[in-house]
Structure formats: C-alpha cells, structure tokens
C-alpha cells in the first residue's frame, strides 16, 4: 500500500534525519522534496501545497532547528498533518435506526456490490446486527444475481426484485421487509454508470430524498486517483453525503485519493477494502494509515484482524487436540484458512514496523501455501490425523498427487513435526523447555 509514496517521504525525510547541522534550507529542501512526493502519488496540487505550507509554519513555529532531535520533530508533525489531512478521528457510521439504512453510491466497477457484501458480514459479525441487502440496481440484472451470490456467500439475505423497473420503489420495499422480518440494518446497493451522468444523479439523488438513509456513502476506487476526487464531489454535490469508502487499497495505489479527498470534499473515509474477499475491509483510522505511509507499520491493526478470525471455542478445541496429541494436518488446513482470511500477505507483513520496507521489492506469492494444501489435500484422512504413518512409497504417491516433491513432503512433514513439538511444550507451561531446545 503506497510503497512508491512511503519510500520517497523517506528518502526526503532522510535528508534531515540524522543530519549534523540543519539549517533553513535543509528544510524547505526536504519540503519540497515531501511535496514532490505527494504530487507523484497523485495528491491534489492545493492540497500538496497547504499541507507544505503547514508542516513549514509548524516547523518553525515549534524551532526545529534548535531541538535536540530535528528530524525525528519533523517527522512527527509530518505524521500528525497526514493524520490531520486524512481526517484525523475515525469517524464511525450511524446505526441508530431501526432498522438504520445506508445507501451506497458510486460509480460502476468502484466496488459498491463487494463493499455491501463486506459491510453486511461486518455489521453481522457484529453479533448484535442482523443486515438485509437490497439490489437497487435496475439495469443489469447481472448485478442484482452478483449480490445474491455475495448474500450467500456471508450468509446474510438479499432482498430484489428482478422486472421492477423502480430503484424507489425496491428501495421502500426492502425496507419494509427488513422491519417486518426484524433486521436492524438495511444496506442499499444502487446501480452505477461508468462515468458520472445526469441520470445516475437524479436516480440515486430519489432514492436518497425518498428513503432518507442515516447514512449515505460513496464508494471509490483508490487506483483512479485524481479522478477519484472529481467523482466524490459530483457525487457530494448532490448526495451531501456521510462517508467514503476507498476501495482497492491493496493493488498498487498511489495514495492520491486517501489524501486528497477528505480535504475537497470535507467528509471522512470511514471504511477501505483492501481485497475481493468478503473479509478484506477495515475501518479506516487516519493516525494508523499516516503511520503506514511513513513506513512505522501498523501493529494494532494487525492484532485486530487476528482477533476478528479468532474464535474462543475453536481455540479451545484446539487446545484439547494439542494436549491429547491429536492435532493433525485438517488442523493444520484449517489454521492456514485462518490466516488467509486476514487478508493480503504483503500487506499483513507491511503491518510490522520496518518489514514494509524491507519486503518492498519482494514478491509474495498470495499463494504461498498453494504447495502445502495441495500435499494435505492428497492424504488420505487417516494420514491427515496421524501425521506418524507415512512410508515412503505414501511419500512418492502424496508427491506425484500434489505435484510437489518427495523433498517438499518430507519438508512439510518435519516441519509439522517440529511444530506439534513446541505447541505442546507451549501447552505444558514449558516456556522454559522451549528456551532449551532453542538452545540445542
Ligand atoms: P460495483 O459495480 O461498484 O458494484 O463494483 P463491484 O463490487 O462489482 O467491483 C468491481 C470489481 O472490483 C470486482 O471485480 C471486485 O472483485 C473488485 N473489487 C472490489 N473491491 C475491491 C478491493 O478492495 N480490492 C480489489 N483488489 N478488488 C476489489
């Protein structure tokens, strides 16, 4: 997520960090630099320059020149005006209603059906939410089908009305059945077109006037940048609305938009979607995104996503299985699902301060355990819950089966092996066993 902006706000910063003399000049050299950077990743030439502007005033308001450590002070008020530019507080989304209705806006292909998936399975997991998905959009029926397969996907239901040729109309409707049949959160998705018209506006500004949603929000693809921005302000114009959604924060976005939309428009980024998969959003917190860009990892969200894939009573099965030394290869798949679902592996690894830069360069396979499912899913169940009885002829078959090698078996089963060892030696309070057997 915005390597290309991250390593030249530090490659600028470097000209001040652990700089012997700093003077005037350093300064503005190293803004200017930070503002070349932020125009490279497509930010808003006003905003670039207010937010240059700020950080210089601050700077020298607060003598950076005279304090001990200048470049870490000057590091710090650029996190905080990033921070600032992105919105400063998280800013949450209203569910007060009952049932509270939140209408999606943006244009086609921004990622609006995806989002409302995500939302619904959020809102859901949740606990006390029970969504409802309503398919407004009245033009492409293979739309209205794409939020039914996402409905069942998250298992949550979808309300439409294939024929009906009146979003209003579907709009009310949904509501209604979500009152009647107790669901306390209704999502709309609307129709969108490829670029902004008149139509589209005067469509979802009915459904808005009709239906008078707590929250309104729009959604928009992080990659078209500048475009990004435009589009908001369209669509703000005329929707006055609550909330961005960024999408697409995975690929190998700039970082324009989620920079430069909250200062245009004055509204907050309240969720991103940083994948296709019903798990990959997260709130947006500007403190957190500010410290991603400036390469300081982001430790709490990546606690986060491990806790929301963390389930007590799983857990606590597990640990019976590990103790009574049942924990097999199904165990094993299943701990790898786990981790999948919290999300992208480059992005989980940019989460930890320092790897963001380090793996830079490095391609991570998102399949990086293509080769060991693929060795599970070729044994037999036995084999998988008693991870003891390969032979070598078993070796050859599982290879020849999974398209692996002998080699990548024996690997994967000492590896597991060893792995059984220390989770049970972690399970005997043996803390101080396992600093043992590192010693050996
Ligand atoms: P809509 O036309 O606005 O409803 O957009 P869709 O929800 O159909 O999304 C358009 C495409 O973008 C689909 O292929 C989605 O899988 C993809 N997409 C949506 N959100 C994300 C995201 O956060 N990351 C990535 N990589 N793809 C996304």
Redesign the pocket.
């Known amino acids: 997520m915005f390597n290309n902006l991250s390593e030249k706000l530090d490659s600028a910063l470097h000209l001040l960090k652990g700089h012997g003399s700093i003077t005037e000049v350093n300064v503005a050299e190293t803004l200017k630099e930070v503002r070349r950077a932020l125009l490279d990743a497509d930010v808003n030439f006003k905003t670039a320059k207010e937010f240059t502007n700020t950080v210089k005033e601050k700077a020298l308001g607060q003598n950076v020149l005279t304090t001990l450590q200048p470049g870490q002070l000057m590091v710090k008020i650029v996190k905080d005006e990033l921070t600032e530019l992105m919105g400063g507080d998280a800013e949450g989304i209203d569910l007060s209603g009952n049932p509270s209705v939140i209408l999606?806006s943006?244009?086609?292909?921004?990622?609006?059906?995806?989002?409302?998936?995500?939302l619904a399975n959020y809102l859901k997991n949740k606990k006390t939410k029970k969504p409802l998905l309503v398919a407004c959009?009245v033009y492409r029926p293979a739309?209205i089908d794409?939020?039914h397969v996402?409905g069942d996907q998250i298992h949550v239901e979808v309300f439409s009305d294939k024929g009906n040729q009146d979003p209003v109309a579907i709009a009310k409707a949904g509501i209604a059945h979500a009152k009647a049949n107790g669901h306390n959160v209704v999502i709309i998705?609307t129709a969108?077109r490829l670029a902004v018209d008149e139509t589209m506006m005067n469509e979802i500004s009915n459904i808005h006037k009709a239906i008078k949603p707590q929250e309104t929000l729009f959604?928009v693809?992080?990659m078209t940048g500048q475009d990004a921005v435009n589009t908001a302000k369209a669509f703000n114009d005329i929707l006055n609305f609550d909330g961005v959604i960024l999408?697409?924060?995975?690929?190998d976005t700039r970082g324009g938009a989620a920079l430069s939309i909250k200062s245009v428009v004055n509204k907050p980024i309240k969720f991103?979607?940083?994948?296709?998969k019903m798990e990959?959003?997260d709130v947006f917190y500007p403190s957190r995104m500010a410290d991603r860009i400036l390469g300081m990892g982001d430790v709490v969200s990546l606690v986060e996503r491990a806790q929301e894939q963390y389930d007590e009573a799983e857990a606590r099965k597990l640990q019976k299985k590990i103790a009574k030394n049942q924990f097999g290869f199904d165990d094993f798949l299943n701990q790898i699902q786990q981790i999948k679902k919290m999300g992208n592996m480059k992005d989980l690894m940019g989460m930890i301060p320092g790897v963001g830069k380090m793996m830079k360069n490095v391609d991570i396979d998102d399949d990086a355990f293509k080769g060991i499912e693929a060795i599970i899913h070729s044994m037999t169940p036995k084999e998988r819950a008693n991870p003891g009885i390969f032979d070598a002829s078993r070796k050859k078959r599982i290879a020849k089966g999974s398209g692996t090698s002998v080699q990548q078996v024996n690997q994967l089963l000492k590896q597991f092996n060893q792995m059984s060892k220390m989770m049970k030696m972690m399970q005997g309070g043996g803390g101080k066993k396992m600093m043992q057997m590192m010693q050996n």
């Open positions: 999606m943006g244009l086609q292909g921004s990622g609006k059906t995806t989002f409302s998936g995500k959009d739309a794409q939020l996402v998705d969108g959604v693809d992080a999408t697409k924060l995975d690929g991103i979607g940083t994948g296709e990959a959003i």
